[in-house]
């Protein structure tokens, strides 16, 4: 049986985020072991924010079952030991010590993805960083998987992401995503207040509005070709890009995330854009088109730190491409 860590939960205070105005000086200064102290406090950090956050449900479970042994203990404490009640509160509190939360459900979620999508990468960082374990389900795009009337009766638009929830299916990754946050609201990712729930909607708003399309337009051509013939094209596109990134590293100047002290789905949702875009730069198809986005600490340098901070989330690599890898 379980022994919640009632005493040790007392006392256990989870040392505060550096402010943003100390960041500087943890990871900035061009120094890479600073910046790696900065990386690993970081995902200590993150731990402990899980670990506390787990520890708190935990209580709250616990503190059912403990109402569920009342006075006269001694002659019905066996039974009510063995009742449904009792058993599912353990089975949760299981869960939770574990590594294996599931938010009580006896489901698994089901994500059906494909490699290199930053909208399934938005919903597989959202997962991950709510712990919850989900089953893959890689679709291979060569082989037209998302286009098999099995799959079309799931997501008629044949994209992905796909999100199965027991019995209720989603498309759409800022959906999905949103979805995530008000089943399973461990750690909130859409903002404690209206004020920061709107903030966030504004980043991802944007990102939707204006990153989105130019991104596309610049990403496409580096990685399928045939970009020569729409120089001009790419780079208005890319200048487009390059007064997003503008924005996003000036409120990311004062701050570790975009909204709020801790990530939210504004982070989540703009990163996986981020990155693809920083991966087609890096190519050497896009050499011809002078995008002016690389190297990243030199053009927009709390971006980059961004990245760093993110890449250093637990589980992170878990969500990594798997094709980038090769
Ligand atoms: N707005 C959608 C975009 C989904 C999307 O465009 N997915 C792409 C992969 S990045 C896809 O499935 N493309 C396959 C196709 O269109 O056939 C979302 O946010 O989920």
Redesign the pocket.
Known sequence: MIKPPFKSFKSFKPPALSSPASAGEDEGGGSSSRCDRGVQKFQLQTRYNLLVARYQTLEKVSRGFRANIPVGWSIIGPRLLSAPLVKNCLEQAQELVTDNYTGGRKMAIELYW?SG???VWRVMLTLEVKGLKYESKLLE?SKGE?KTPAYLRLNPR????TLKDGDFVL????AIMSYLDRKYPEPLLFGKTPEETGLIWRSLAECESYFVSAGDKVVRPIFFGKGLEKVEEIQQAAQTLRHELKMIDQRLAGSHWLVGDIISAADIGVFPLVQLLLRAASKEAAQPFNLGLLPLGETFPYVARWVQRIEALPNYQRTYPPHWRQ
């Open positions: 494909g999508s930053p909208f795009f998302h044949g994209k992905v992401p498309y759409e990754s800022l």
